[in-house]
């Protein structure tokens, strides 16, 4: 069984990593914020009650989050098991995920924190330009990934521009939001033999290779 969650920082590449291993061993990565999404879209029951949580500026109970969840992982597509993105986000989450999967005998496989430090956290999210045109990335905070003329794309000269929530007023209540929320499931977790700290500071590639290692041979090296 790959049972697999994810702590992880903003900007550390939670996301594609999931759909990197995702794609290695053929198990569905499974997207909190697409499911809620998906409810709202289908007006489905559970939908309207998250709508109508969002319109009132409320958090989404824990219960509703846990409650889609249990409905996505009973798919016969999880069986040989699945990546949870988004998901726990806070110790209530995973107090319930444990206790439900530990109801039918199943228990978390690889627990992955990706370690980011803010100020490199920062940078990508902060430094992040998108052609206006050709939609191709940049960021300007890093030699090489910066454009050649400031302002312009390498490829078509279109003008680049910043998004809206790449904005350093949302990027640190999303950092806050981390640290008050998400950060200690660390200490809730790292005492298990199936935590594992990752390095994620350098390139994806080199984040998923010390996943795959892990998964394949049971250690970080090699
Ligand atoms: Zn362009």
């Known amino acids: 069984m790959k049972n697999i ?3 992880s920082p903003p ?3 939670k996301g594609t990593q999931s759909q990197m291993i995702s794609e290695k061993y053929n198990i569905p990565h499974i ?4 499911i809620l999404r998906n409810e709202i879209k289908n007006f489905s029951e559970i939908g309207k009650r998250i709508k109508e949580e969002m319109t009132l500026g409320s958090l989404i109970e824990d219960s509703t989050i846990v409650e889609l ?3 996505r992982i009973s798919n016969k597509d999880c069986e040989k098991g699945y990546i949870l993105d988004g ?3 806070n110790i209530n989450q995973a107090y319930i995920y444990d206790k439900l999967l530990d109801k039918d005998n199943k228990k978390i496989d690889y627990i992955f924190y990706l370690n980011l430090d803010k100020e490199e956290a920062y940078k990508r999210i902060i430094g992040r330009l998108t052609c206006n045109d050709c939609q191709t990335v940049y960021n300007d905070m890093f ?3 910066k454009p050649k003329k400031i302002g312009i794309c390498d490829k078509c000269n279109g003008l680049l521009i910043k998004r809206k929530d790449d904005s350093v007023k949302i990027f640190e209540k999303r950092y806050q939001t981390y640290l008050e929320e998400t950060e200690p ?3 809730y977790y790292r005492h298990q033999n199936n935590y594992y700290e990752i390095d994620s500071g350098l390139s994806k590639e080199y984040t998923f290779k010390q996943i795959t290692n892990i998964i394949d041979n049971g250690d970080l090296n090699d």
């Open 5 to 7: 969650i994810f702590i």
């Open 11 to 13: 900007a550390a590449g």
């Open 31 to 34: 997207s909190m914020g697409s």
């Open 69 to 71: 969840l249990i409905k």
């Open 87 to 89: 998901f726990p986000r």
């Open 143 to 145: 030699e090489n990934t």
């Open 185 to 187: 499931l660390i200490d």
